[in-house]
């Protein structure tokens, strides 16, 4: 990665806590049987990297299980904490986990693995880890095999859509051995705003300037407009795919 694209990658990864209430109200959440997928039944104590507003966070407790998350957005875990009380949220990354030596039984990371260094982060995630214990990826992704879904892509500028594995571009490695994939599809219900918060919730529309904001906007309200069977009832159903990942620490 050059420092340009480094830089541009920084920029978005820090984007977040703009749009923290953004995030939300309009971001996908994932399906039950994902979380229980990738986190065994038998975790007491389950560590979420990158938690940002809880999304998946809250989907992790239990009366049994304690649950952590940690992000580097403050503005994020204040919207956290507001939604899920019980849950200790601590500033951190990937990189850098403000916990003791094999803490936690499990470890999960919702769409934002892609974010890490990854060289610095597996081991730190490993030192965190008891022995045995899951690391858990998992992605969200529209289904742009749809067509008008491909168009709303491409209105908003994304390259988030269903495609390759995405643990293919964003590894793992040693410690973490076993590795294992499963899918499941879905749908997010939301209004005409709604989706228009979504948009206004990605890490490209934050950077973006006012002028590049307003239009992808119209961009994105033209194609709901070109294809109005996709509204009933003022709700659009939008197909997503959760692509989720499991490692063992070796």
Do not use: C
């Amino acid at each position: 990665m050059t420092h340009e694209n480094r830089s541009t990658h920084q920029a978005h990864a820090q984007s977040f806590g703009q749009a923290a209430e953004a995030y939300e109200a309009s971001r996908p959440g994932y399906p039950l049987e994902a979380v229980d997928w990738l986190v065994p039944a038998s975790a007491r104590r389950v560590l979420d990297i990158g938690a940002g507003t809880g999304k998946f966070t809250r989907l992790l407790r239990r009366e049994d299980r304690a649950v952590l998350a940690v992000d580097p957005s403050g503005e994020m875990l204040d919207v956290l904490r507001a939604r899920a009380a019980g849950i200790e949220t601590l500033i951190g990354t990937a990189e850098q986990l403000p916990l003791p030596d094999e803490s936690v039984d499990a470890v999960t990371v919702a769409q934002a693995w892609h974010w890490v260094d990854v060289e610095r982060a597996v081991p730190e995630v490993a030192r965190v880890l008891k022995p045995g214990g899951t690391l858990g990826l998992v992605w969200n992704s529209r289904d742009e095999r749809v067509a008008w879904v491909r168009e709303l892509g491409e209105a908003m500028g994304s390259n988030e859509a269903y495609g390759p594995a995405a643990i293919d571009e964003h590894g793992v490695g040693t410690p973490f051995a076993d590795g294992e994939t499963v899918e499941f599809a879905w749908t997010q219900r939301l209004s005409r705003p709604g989706i228009l918060t979504l948009v206004r919730s990605r890490s490209y529309f934050i950077v973006k300037t006012p002028e590049e904001q307003e239009a992808t906007l119209r961009a994105v309200e033209a194609v709901l407009d070109g294809h109005p069977a996709i509204e009933r009832d003022g709700v659009i159903e939008l197909p997503y795919v959760t692509q989720a990942y499991r490692f063992r620490r070796s």
